[in-house]
């Protein structure tokens, strides 16, 4: 099996919903069989948040472009955007596959005005299959936390998404650690450029490997990144997963021993 993982890093504040659609459909033009992670809020502001918070039936509208090119090039899309429940406003993860909007996940680490305007997620984590690969999604400070994560190594997972959006260095540093910690590939996808109140984000987004090394893009830059997975890797990583992860020691029951 050959496929690649991705991202794409953009400055989604810089443009509209529909001309953020056009610009993603534009940048993913020629690429087949992909799992691509896109931004936090992949189609506006993060700071300038809309009055009007998209339903699940006008989401199925408004990304029917991206629905279209995924069944046709083969593509996964993986990000988030605030999404109204009937009342219950949450920041959800949405994964955009052969023509199908999918939920994957609701953030559950709220930041900054998030928790004046969302109410968090009801599961730390949820373990779905994303182009025959299991994965999991944490947006942005949800991978801070990394119990979520090893909960889905252990359940097998091998890819780790994380659409988001952050001004500082850090969340690279934790990414690192989470693909090396638990034998996943983990994905960083963050925006650039400067918010309408003046927010500068970092950019600086990666694909981080279970063996330390990463493949990360510059501060202030529009950039597609795929890397190819072969099934070779997923074996050799799944292996040393199982060491790690799955087959770990139960340092209770050690206590009792001593």
């Known amino acids: 099996m050959l496929l690649s993982v991705g991202l794409l890093q953009y400055a989604p504040q810089d443009r509209s919903a529909p001309e953020n659609i056009r610009f993603i459909r534009s940048a993913v033009g020629g690429v087949t069989d992909a799992i691509i992670t896109l931004p936090e809020f992949f189609l506006g502001s993060y700071r300038d948040l809309p009055l009007v918070f998209p339903a699940p039936d006008d989401l199925r509208r408004l990304l029917g472009p991206l629905a279209e090119v995924s069944a046709t090039q083969r593509l996964r899309f993986v990000g988030s955007l605030p999404v109204d429940l009937g009342g219950r406003k ?83 540093v934790i990414h690192r650690a989470r693909a090396l910690e638990n034998q996943v590939v983990s994905v960083f996808c963050n925006r650039h450029g400067v918010d309408q109140d003046g927010t500068v984000y970092l950019g600086r987004s990666g694909i981080f490997f279970p063996d330390g090394t990463d493949l990360s893009v510059g501060t202030d830059t529009d950039e597609l990144v795929l890397s190819t997975v072969t099934r070779e890797q997923l074996t050799a990583w799944s292996l040393l997963q199982r060491d790690l992860v799955r087959d770990h020691v139960d340092t209770r029951e050690l206590a009792r021993v001593v």
């Open 90 to 172: 949450v920041n959800r993860a949405l994964v955009i596959t052969d023509g199908e909007i999918l939920a994957a996940h609701d953030k559950v680490r709220l930041f900054g005005p998030e928790r004046d305007l969302f109410q968090p997620g009801r599961r730390p984590h949820r373990v779905v299959d994303i182009g025959g690969l299991s994965s999991t999604v944490q947006i942005c400070m949800d991978i801070a936390d990394p119990l979520p994560v090893r909960e889905a190594a252990r359940a097998g997972v091998n890819l780790v998404l994380s659409p988001s959006t952050v001004s500082v260095d850090y969340l690279r």
